[in-house]
Structures are given as structure tokens and as C-alpha cells.
């Protein structure tokens, strides 16, 4: 069983970590639609959120993405969840 949430033209799907295993399959196709993503969780907490990618998104320009980001942490261009969540909490 999941939650619905409607946001911003896609809806939000909160699915339990068990549900999710046992039909993968099936959400990963509602997922490629384009009209819904998923957040997995496990007692109350989200784990990971399934989602469609922009139809413009080729392999090669999200694998070209990866190596941005791999340059730019290089560099230490970069914030770690501690910075954000500092951040956040002083506005």
C-alpha cells in the first residue's frame, strides 16, 4: 500500500521497502511513464526515491554528467550533507 502526494504535475508515491521488493518490476515501469516518482521507505523513513528522467536524458549526457560531478568534487567544489543541513537549520 502506498501514500499519494501531488506535486508540481507529478505525483508522489510513498511505498513501503517490502511492497517495493516484491512488485519492482511494475513500479519501475510507472516510474518510465513520466508522471509519478516513488519514495521507498522503511519504517517511516525514506530510503530512495524512484523517479523518470527529463526526456531529453541520453546515457551519454548522464554519463557525462558523472564525470562533472567526479571533477568538481575533485576540486572540492562540493557540499557535504552536514554543510547543508547546517545551513538550513540558521534560516
Not at 49 to 55: A, K, L, N, Q, R
Not at 61 to 85: C, L, M, N, P, Q
Amino acid at each position: 500500500m502506498y501514500t499519494e502526494v501531488y506535486t508540481t504535475g507529478m505525483n508522489t508515491k510513498f511505498v513501503g521497502v517490502k511492497d517495493f521488493r516484491q512488485n519492482m518490476a511494475a513500479y519501475a515501469k510507472k516510474a518510465q511513464k513520466g508522471d509519478t516518482r516513488f519514495i521507498v521507505v522503511s519504517r517511516n523513513n525514506p530510503l530512495f526515491e524512484i523517479s523518470p528522467f527529463d526526456e531529453d536524458v541520453t546515457l551519454e549526457s548522464f554519463i557525462h554528467e558523472i564525470y562533472e560531478a567526479r571533477s568538481e568534487v575533485s576540486a572540492g567544489k562540493f557540499h557535504t550533507h552536514a554543510d547543508v543541513v547546517a545551513e538550513l537549520k540558521a534560516k
